[in-house]
């Protein structure tokens, strides 16, 4: 099954010797991809969710419809070392995202300041947060923007010190978390931490988090999504999502969390 329709998995598909090599059609391909598989899926709408896209593969194959799942567990030493990096930073947690594959998606070091400087202010019905950022060895410089901007804000920063498998017991012990489309922000998702998305270059029609989505924010402008890993423009579209909007929909999203829990006591892995 080919999913990823560009050259170098349709070259891969083919060299695999299988005999039935199923991908997408020759409208929905790129780079001659189509030219490798001998059977298609139907064609799919352009800005229908990638998700659903992968799961025309399974009712091409005539699969039983099931749950959507994705078995993402922790490891019991992952969720110890997760706590262990998150002793610092005591629950109620707000996981920060902060970069992406793509310079385009990557949200203003002020801007994420101003989201943490916010929801780490008690309310009336929510408590304060205590900000998270996670990132990798890429991410330092941004980080390092982000906790200057708000000196004396608290920050627990774990760029560069967690794998992805990691992430994944770090996001569960995370109240909320936000950030722009990036591989973390979807195993927030899959781990079930509530997660506000950034939209600017890419489209959430496309690609929001699975269950999610009604968070998902984008910037207004007329070339969203223009789809280019670098903007010409100083990530205009980023600009303009407010920061208070991001609050906005994290306190949403924290109050949805909260009309969800289970009133028996859950373990802290996956409670906060």
Known sequence: LDLQRHLKSGITTWVSGAP??????????????HLFSNQHIPFQPPMRLKLLQYQAFADTLKLAPGPIEFGLEPAAEELAF?????????????????????????????????????????????AGLHSVLLGGPAEARLASQVSACVPKLPLLNLVGRTSLRQLGAV???????????????????????????LWGATAPERSAPWGFSQFAL???????????????????????????AVV?????????????????????????
């Open 20 to 33: 039935h090599r199923l991908g997408f059609a020759r409208e929905n391909a790129k780079e001659f991809n």
């Open 218 to 244: 984008k910037g207004e402008i007329p070339c969203h999504p223009c789809y280019l890993r670098r903007c010409p423009i100083g990530r205009e579209c980023m600009r303009r999502i407010e920061p208070q």
């Open 82 to 126: 997760a706590r262990e990096l998150l002793a610092a930073a005591p629950a109620p947690r707000l996981g920060i995202i902060l970069g992406s594959s793509w310079p385009s998606r990557w949200y203003f070091p002020e801007a994420i300041a101003a989201v943490a400087r916010e929801i780490a202010r008690p309310a009336a019905d929510l």
């Open 171 to 197: 996001f569960p012990q995370c109240a909320a978390a936000f950030g722009p489309d990036s591989g973390p922000m979807h195993i927030a998702a899959a781990v079930g931490c509530p997660v506000v998305s």
């Open 248 to 272: 906005e929909a994290l306190r949403r999203a924290l109050k949805e969390r909260s009309s969800r829990a289970p009133t028996s006591a859950s373990s802290e892995g996956n409670h906060c």
